[in-house]
C-alpha cells in the first residue's frame, strides 16, 4: 500500500512545472499587456501624459502579485512534500526518486 507521501507525490507530479507557471502567469500576462496598450493609448493619443504614466506602471505590479501566488503555490505543495521530523534534503531525494 502507497504512504501518504507517495500518493501526494503522484498528484503533484501529473502536473508538470512549466505548465504551472504557465497557468498561473496567463491571466497576469495579458492582464499586463492590456495595461500597457491603455496606458500607450492614454499618453500618446489623449494626450493624458501623467494618466498615461500611472497605469505604465500597473505591470511590473500585476506581475509581482502574479510571481508572488506563484511562489505560495510552490511553497504549499512542498510543504506538503515534506512530513512533520523530515529534512528538506530527504524530501528533495524521495520526489527525485533516489530513495
Known amino acids: 500500500m502507497a504512504s501518504r507521501q507517495q500518493l501526494t507525490e503522484r498528484e503533484l507530479t501529473d502536473t508538470e512545472p512549466e505548465e504551472m507557471g504557465e497557468q498561473a502567469m496567463g491571466p497576469a500576462f ?3 499587456a492590456a495595461s500597457v496598450g491603455l496606458s500607450l493609448y492614454y499618453f500618446f493619443i489623449r494626450g493624458e501624459r501623467e494618466l498615461g504614466a500611472f497605469v505604465g506602471l500597473w505591470p ?7 510571481s508572488y501566488f506563484n511562489q505560495r503555490k510552490m511553497r504549499q505543495q512542498l510543504e506538503t512534500l515534506t ?3 523530515t529534512t528538506l ?11
Open 89 to 99: 534534503k530527504n524530501a528533495f531525494d524521495s520526489m527525485m526518486g533516489n530513495r
Open 83 to 85: 512530513q512533520p521530523g
Open 60 to 66: 511590473p505590479t500585476i506581475l509581482a502579485f502574479a
Open 30 to 32: 495579458v492582464a499586463s
